[in-house]
């Protein structure tokens, strides 16, 4: 018995059940032929060919027949490794803590999510893999981020630019920008929440994106690069983009963190029903046994697991009425 790499549902000796082939690899059981050294050349090599930001180690591929080819244009799938530099803690568990907490997203939040699995190099060492939601049909999709929107850059921001920015005005880009404001709002908001529960403290401008849909108007993209970058990076703050522009609630001011407060008040400036707004973040705690199991099935090591549970359970208080 096994688990599958991408939904993990336990299979029968298969890497992947059939499902998941086909919405990952079009029905074709995957070959990656590539060892960790060559992964590190490529990325080298054609770093600067690559449409793809942040500075974790990736590369592009695209599938011909059943093989997973390195490619420096028409890329379909983003192959990321363990980083090379050194992380403070659970340096391994990075390609498994992403697939997990894509998958709780999606499977139990039911946020939209670029699909992704995990993957071998040749030596055995596992790498995450996801599917680029920009193409369609062999055709370009418009998608746009959030700084590349609001014309942020390191020209006029600094290089910290991708964390100049807030929640707060981050919402009034979907309002500015979606026709479907009253639907892709609440996405937005609950990516938030699930970011701030998931101990994701990276959630930058960078990792929100519009994308055309094909109707003409513009929606929030899939989710992606979501994970708990806080069992790597223990002293980090909880979130990357302050929640407000200006404002700052008293229990913020005496926790120094964010709480069931402020996440009302986000929803407030977000033209939610508070109600709405009470139930999504109930659902936090409402679904925590299927968020234990998940954790329970995934690939990370038994000590990383240990610690993402203990992040999500303490952040749950945070949010608690």
Do not use: W
């Not at 688990?3 to 029905?27: P, Q």
């Not at 490794?81 to 568990?93: A, G, I, M, T």
């Not at 700084?147 to 880009?173: H, R, T, V």
């Not at 996405?187 to 960078?206: C, E, P, Q, S, T």
Request: aromatic content about 12%; charged content about 25%.
């Amino acid at each position: 018995m096994n688990n599958c790499h991408s939904c993990l549902k336990i299979v029968e000796n298969k890497f992947y059940c059939n499902a998941c082939l086909r919405r990952m690899f079009n029905g074709k059981l995957p070959i990656m032929n590539l060892k960790k050294s060559e992964f590190q050349t490529i990325r080298y090599e054609m770093i600067d060919h690559f449409s793809i930001s942040g500075v974790q180690d990736k590369i592009s591929l695209k599938l011909e027949k059943n093989e997973l080819i390195p490619t420096a244009k028409n890329g379909e799938y983003i192959l990321k490794s363990v980083p090379h530099q050194h992380l403070p803690k659970f340096q391994n568990d990075v390609p498994a803590n992403e697939h997990l907490t894509m998958q709780i997203a999606k499977q139990i939040f039911k946020i939209t999510t670029a699909e992704n699995a995990l993957i071998y190099f040749n030596e055995g060492e596992p790498a995450y893999i996801t599917k680029r939601f920009d193409r369609r049909d062999n055709e370009k999709v418009h998608v746009e981020d959030f700084c590349q929107i609001a014309g942020l850059s390191p020209e006029n921001k600094g290089k910290n630019y991708k964390y100049q920015f807030s929640c707060q005005a981050s919402g009034e880009i979907i309002k500015k920008h979606s026709s479907a404001y009253k639907i892709e709002i609440e996405k937005l908001y609950k990516l938030i929440l699930f970011n701030y529960v998931f101990g994701n403290g990276d959630a930058h401008l960078k990792n929100f994106s519009l994308i055309e849909s094909l109707h003409g108007d513009f929606i929030l993209s899939p989710a992606y690069d979501l994970l708990n970058t806080s069992i790597h990076f223990p002293n980090e703050s909880r979130l990357a983009l302050d929640l407000f522009d200006d404002f700052e609630s008293e229990a913020y001011k005496h926790n120094v963190f964010y709480g069931y407060i402020d996440f009302m008040k986000l929803a407030e400036f977000y033209e939610l029903k508070p109600k709405r707004a009470e139930r999504m973040m109930s659902e936090f705690s409402v679904l925590k046994e299927k968020v234990k199991n998940l954790i329970s099935l995934s690939f990370l090591s038994e000590a990383a697991k240990e610690k993402y549970l203990e992040i999500y359970l303490d952040r749950l208080k945070a949010i608690e009425n």
